[in-house]
């Protein structure tokens, strides 16, 4: 995944050059950058194939051609969705850059195991160099972090799970 700085610099490199049109590809992560006619610089959002793994959840079905280890698998799948359904998850409203605390040398909004409320502060997702409080907007336990701090996050991107029930 691109981090912000590399995504500036290219930026940067590219308005001072007489290229119009850049892609590049790191890892999973693609970007591209085009100049329009009248000097400023559009970015297409970078595309993350992380998702990819998320399709590896049909992986059910070849393992359902085994006959009798499938069946062994299916209900302890059936029971983690039961324990699941009062997890829900807090995503992105914006594009930006996640960060877990106010300041470097604050203590983190949330840590996993904290009771929260729907006002309470859970991060702060950057944009535009314009520091975004969000709130939970529901009540519970953090489960689980889903983002590093610092990292890249896309809109509708989960950021927490919460356990409410």
Same mark, same amino acid.
């Given at each position: +995944?691109?981090?912000?700085?590399? +995504? !500036?610099? =290219?930026? !940067?490199?590219?308005?001072?050059?007489?290229?119009?049109?850049?892609? /590049?590809?790191?890892?999973?992560?693609?970007?591209?950058?085009?100049?329009?006619?009248?000097?400023?610089?559009?970015?297409?959002?970078? #595309? #993350?194939?992380?998702?990819?793994?998320?399709?590896?959840?049909?992986?059910?079905?070849?393992?359902?051609?085994?006959?009798?280890?499938?069946?062994?698998?299916?209900?302890?799948?059936?029971?983690?969705?039961?324990?699941?359904?009062?997890?829900? $998850?807090? =995503?992105?409203? +914006?594009?930006?850059?996640? /960060?877990?605390?106010?300041?470097?040398?604050?203590?983190? &909004? *949330?840590?996993?195991?904290?009771?929260?409320?729907?006002?309470?502060?859970?991060?702060? *997702?950057?944009?535009?160099?314009?520091?975004? %409080?969000?709130?939970? %907007?529901?009540?519970? %336990?953090? #489960? %689980?972090?889903? *983002?590093?701090?610092? $990292?890249?996050?896309? &809109?509708?991107?989960?950021?927490?799970? *919460?356990?409410?029930?």
């Amino acid at each position: +995944m691109f981090k912000v700085q590399e +995504m !500036r610099e =290219l930026i !940067r490199l590219i308005d001072k050059s007489t290229i119009n049109e850049f892609s /590049y590809e790191k890892d999973d992560s693609k970007i591209k950058i085009k100049k329009t006619a009248t000097g400023t610089t559009q970015v297409e959002a970078p #595309v #993350v194939e992380a998702a990819a793994p998320v399709t590896p959840t049909p992986a059910p079905a070849p393992a359902a051609q085994a006959p009798t280890p499938a069946a062994k698998e299916e209900a302890p799948a059936a029971e983690t969705t039961e324990a699941s359904e009062d997890l829900e $998850e807090i =995503l992105s409203p +914006m594009v930006g850059t996640f /960060y877990q605390k106010p300041s470097p040398e604050s203590d983190p &909004y *949330v840590a996993i195991g904290d009771k929260i409320g729907e006002d309470t502060i859970v991060c702060i *997702v950057e944009a535009m160099k314009l520091f975004n %409080e969000i709130e939970a %907007e529901l009540n519970g %336990e953090i #489960v %689980e972090i889903l *983002v590093n701090d610092g $990292e890249l996050v896309e &809109y509708g991107q989960p950021l927490f799970k *919460v356990k409410t029930k």
